[in-house]
């Protein structure tokens, strides 16, 4: 359940709720309507006259002490969404809101939440994590010291809840499970998998192969952005049949040096960059643990949610797996029209 709470005024319960918050001195209240509704009547083409009646709405953010009055739901989407256009058509926006999405593991996850979350890409996300901020997750799970020990799921849901309160956001903090799997996969229309556990990975794509649901998965080394179109062949071997057929069944009796061998050969060995493949060794020595960076992890969100936005706008890709490694982009990149020095410089 969300933790913030949408408050409309005309409900008395509600009204009795903000008038309580707002003589409360340890509430912190934000009242910016008069400057939204100004950028509200700049908008081109302007509103209907029904969406210009909608009554704002206050929401309370418990975790920071703080009320914040909003335009109403569709005002409020119409105008944080205007500068989509027409990249994202408004019609398409519409479209779009009526898409459910689940992500698992929130590191990441969180960034490829959150840019759904900016650019609208969904009416419904579903956050799966069990594990809690660390100190180390932060060179590159985008939070602050404030965050520490906060259930990663959670964590997700409040930043995106302070983008777009309207949205509709449900947290798994006991992350995807034999008994929560169903829960989490029923009715959506694509999972995301950002994931550790070998388990987990093989468990979400054996229930989603026989839902008919998409996955889509980016590792955070080379830029390996993965899909299976579950929905388009329910017979289809998991990670493109890399393991054999494997099912979730078949890991009860492996090692967990046997899955993380399998982990490995779902990623091709052949084609890790140098670098992670120089660490492999060292992991459980003289490494903790993968390593990671926050911009791999920031440019993991924006590849998942272009596919996304893909399958929102009804051009979804096939199955299949490309790779966008950016280092290898730049160190091959060559100027069409170099600089020439001058002769103070030769």
């Not at 694509?190 to 998409?214: L, Q, W």
């Not at 388009?232 to 054999?244: A, I, K, N, T, V």
Request: aromatic share 4%; glycine share 6%; proline share 5%.
């Amino acid at each position: 359940m969300p933790e913030h709470r949408i408050l409309d005024r005309f409900i008395t319960v509600d009204s009795a709720e903000i008038e309580r918050l707002t003589s409360d001195q340890k509430t912190v209240v934000l009242d910016t309507t008069n400057e939204q509704t100004r950028s509200l009547d700049a908008l081109l083409p302007p509103l209907d006259d029904d969406a210009r009646a909608e009554a704002t709405r206050w929401v309370h953010y418990p975790w920071r002490h703080a009320l914040v009055h909003l335009l109403g739901p569709t005002s409020f989407r119409r105008l944080r969404l205007d500068r989509n256009r027409n990249k994202i058509t408004a019609a398409e926006q519409d479209s779009v809101a009526r898409l459910s999405v689940g992500v698992v593991g929130l590191s990441v996850g969180h960034a490829v939440a959150h840019t759904l979350a900016l650019e609208g890409l969904c009416g419904e996300l579903r956050l799966a994590d069990f594990d809690d901020l660390d100190l180390s997750n932060l060179n590159r799970v985008p939070a602050t010291v404030f965050d520490l020990g906060v259930n990663k799921a959670v964590l997700a849901a409040r930043r995106i809840a302070e983008i777009d309160p309207y949205l509709t956001v449900h947290t798994f903090t006991d992350g995807i499970t034999p008994g929560t799997v169903d829960d989490f996969l029923a009715g959506l229309d694509v999972v995301v998998e950002e994931c550790d556990s070998m388990d987990a990975k093989v468990m979400i794509r054996d229930h989603a192969r026989r839902r008919g649901i998409p996955v889509v998965m980016e590792t955070s080394d080379g830029g390996v952005l993965d899909v299976e179109r579950f929905d388009l062949d329910p017979e289809r071997p998991l990670f493109h049949g890399l393991l054999g057929d494997i099912d979730h069944a078949s890991l009860t009796s492996m090692t967990a040096a046997q899955k993380a061998s399998m982990a490995a050969q779902i990623l091709d060995p052949t084609k890790v960059t140098a670098r992670m493949l120089a660490s492999v060794p060292e992991i459980g020595t003289t490494l903790s643990s993968w390593p990671q960076l926050g911009s791999d992890v920031a440019l993991g969100g924006a590849s998942v949610a272009a596919v996304i936005r893909a399958f929102a706008l009804g051009t979804p890709p096939p199955s299949g797996r490309v790779r966008i490694d950016l280092d290898a982009l730049i160190a091959g990149s060559r100027d069409p029209h170099p600089r020439v020095a001058s002769r103070d410089e030769r």
